[in-house]
């Protein structure tokens, strides 16, 4: 049960964490990008943490990459849950971090 819990816990963060972490590095880090005119550093990682809440092709990668169900389901329940925080932490971030509407 406590093998469990970790294993939903971690997927629920990486769900977060690598989407705003690779937005992040791509734009500043590696310089790919420049901000639209009128949009600020905050907006970008509110938007990073909107792009946590995709999970489609999560589900699917989920479902090649366990043949055990209980991890299969683990793995369900966390990419889930993270979608979920992500979504919510990012309209919340957005909502409150102000800038130009």
């Not at 963060?13 to 880090?29: D, E, K, N, Q, Y």
């Not at 590696?30 to 938007?47: E, F, H, R």
């Not at 989920?62 to 979504?87: H, T």
């Amino acid at each position: 049960m406590i093998l469990t819990a970790f294993r939903v816990v971690h997927y629920s963060l990486w769900m977060i964490h690598s989407t705003l972490a690779g937005l992040f590095a791509a734009v500043v880090r590696l310089g790919i990008g420049s901000l639209p005119t009128g949009m600020t550093w905050t907006q970008v990682i509110g938007i990073g943490l909107l792009a946590g809440s995709g999970f489609i092709v999560s589900l699917f990668i989920a479902g090649l990459a366990f043949e055990d169900g209980a991890l299969v389901s683990d793995a369900k329940i966390g990419i889930f849950i993270g979608s979920v925080v992500a979504g919510l932490a990012g309209y919340a971030f957005l909502r409150t971090a102000g800038g130009a509407r």
